[in-house]
């Protein structure tokens, strides 16, 4: 079972354009969520993340939205550029004495066109 | 600083042959964690090391595959009689200082650069 589900799989966007990339998880006790970054031959690096608690949250061109009621977030990725172009996984983590274990979605490509 | 480094980078075996992955964590990080990840899948969670000891295993998908820490720094992960779905990228990553049990926080986990394993 997918704990964590990620959409779409790949995403051509055009520089300066707004990459969306939507995540849903069942589990309403997981209570940290990360966004990691990919490049190829590279592992994952955490990019920004969001506590349930809180709605949205921005950093640089990067921005979390959180609806919990609906178990859903999404990253956003303001005027993408082509150095964007990488792998993006959101990911999932419980509370409590679980609190290492990363439940990752299947990711999703990102090519920016310049 | 050094990041987390892996060995080797590439490894190609012989289905039912053993190999060994090794990974060195950033230095002091007392956590260590392996994840394996498929082509096309996002990294799965294996097994997580805190110090020497193996915290949680339950990620490890059967008996073949084992891993050890015997002094808190470098891990090998060892996979028995490999089978060709064995084959993915194998990840580790370290964190530092350990998170007291039921605390709200979030250690981030620094990952290094992966080993692919190909089962022919």
Not at chain 1, 48 to 69: C, L
Not at chain 1, 108 to 113: F, H, I, Q
Request: glycine content about 10%.
């Amino acid at each position: 079972q997918q704990q964590v589900k990620q959409s779409p799989q790949s995403l051509i966007v055009q520089k300066g354009g707004i990459s969306i990339i939507n995540c849903a998880y069942e589990n309403t006790a997981f209570d940290y969520f990360p966004w990691y970054q990919q490049f190829p031959g590279k592992g994952p690096a955490l990019l920004i993340a969001i506590r349930p608690d809180v709605s949205e949250k921005k950093e640089g061109r990067f921005t979390i939205s959180f609806n919990k009621s609906a178990k859903q977030f999404s990253l956003h990725i303001m005027d993408s550029q082509p150095g964007d172009s990488a792998t993006y996984f959101c990911a999932a983590i419980l509370s409590g004495g679980s609190n290492y274990k990363l439940t990752f979605g299947k990711g999703t490509l990102l090519t920016v066109n310049p | 600083g050094a990041g987390v480094s892996q060995t080797p980078s590439n490894k190609v075996t012989e289905k039912g042959k053993y190999v060994e992955l090794r990974c060195d964590p950033i230095s002091g990080h007392t956590a260590l964690y392996w994840y394996r990840q498929s082509l096309g899948q996002g990294p799965e969670f294996l097994i997580y090391f805190q110090g020497t000891g193996a915290a949680d295993d339950s990620g490890l998908p059967n008996d073949r595959f084992f891993a050890v820490r015997p002094e808190g720094s470098v891990s090998t992960l060892k996979i028995q009689r490999t089978e060709r779905g064995d084959s993915a990228v194998y990840l580790c990553a370290s964190s530092p200082t350990r998170l007291a049990e039921g605390s709200s926080s979030y250690n981030e986990q620094f990952f290094g650069p992966g080993t692919r394993l190909t089962v022919l």
